[in-house]
């Protein structure tokens, strides 16, 4: 079993919290929404949702920091959770059932010779889908519903680009970076290419129905709950750079059998 067994069942307790409260005003007519100075929106769901789990943390795990993308970093020390408490804003504020509420754990760890954070625990839950995913290192990835109705996750075998599905976010990151003419020559090399965005492409590469997806430019919690979830599933998360996990403001994930081509046609 594994030893993050019982931070799994909490962000289980925390991701059920955060459902209600984001469902209950999805699509609301009276939803109240605000553009924060980066220019994206932030509805009072994020808020409330985020402002949930930061109360139950608080109460159930009063010694971790909390690092949340409405409301900042509190506290230092050995572990910390990540939580975006709406990835996805934009849809959820359109009525768009694709955004879910994403909870991590890190843990400070050695790494080639630096400390850093490293997650150990993720869970996304897209109630408008009903879904919801989640692993733990060395215990495995998952989907379903709680943690006793749940199917096991496995990337797909797919081991040739002309064969690959490939799911990206949007067009305009990449030539905001001049990085479209790698992006694009990806897409034609592929078999399939599709723009789900946000979690969603990471999820179902961990399923094994999307074979690679990438991304250009990404805050911590967007990936940190993601990066456990696609490597249990026997995956491969880095940056574009190929620096393994969530640290290089983007990100890259793959069955790994097609990771060091979908990166070499990127960075073109």
């Avoid at 955004?99 to 996304?124: H, N």
């Avoid at 897409?187 to 129905?209: I, K």
């Amino acid at each position: 079993m594994s030893d993050y067994h019982d931070d799994l069942r909490l962000a289980h307790v925390l991701a059920d919290a955060a459902d209600a409260a984001t469902m209950d005003r999805f699509k609301a007519l009276d939803l109240k929404v605000e553009t924060k100075p980066d220019m994206t929106p932030v509805s009072e769901a994020d808020k409330a949702a985020e402002e949930l789990i930061r109360g139950q943390l608080h109460r159930a795990r009063p010694r971790d920091a909390v690092m949340g993308e409405e409301f900042g970093s509190v506290g230092s020390g050995p572990r910390r959770w990540v939580i975006d408490p709406i990835d996805g804003t934009k849809n959820y504020v359109r009525g768009v059932p694709v955004w879910a509420t994403l909870i991590s754990l890190m843990v400070q760890t050695e790494y080639q010779g630096e400390i850093g954070y490293e997650p150990v625990v993720g869970l996304v839950s897209a109630p408008a889908l009903g879904r919801r995913w989640w692993a733990a290192k060395g215990a495995g990835a998952y989907t379903g519903r709680s943690l006793t109705s749940a199917q096991r996750l496995q990337v797909s075998r797919v081991g040739r680009m002309e064969d690959a599905s490939f799911a990206y976010s949007s067009l305009s990151g990449w030539e905001e970076r001049g990085m479209l003419p790698g992006f694009l020559e990806l897409t034609r090399a592929c078999w399939r290419t599709r723009g789900y965005g946000d979690f969603w492409p990471y999820m179902m590469v961990a399923e094994g129905s999307v074979d690679i997806c990438a991304e250009p430019e990404l805050s911590l919690w967007d990936m940190a709950a993601n990066v456990v979830i696609v490597e249990e599933a026997g995956g491969r998360f880095t940056g574009l750079d190929g620096r393994p996990g969530p640290h290089s403001g983007n990100a890259a994930a793959s069955n790994g059998l097609l990771h060091d081509e979908m990166l070499s046609y990127l960075r073109r």
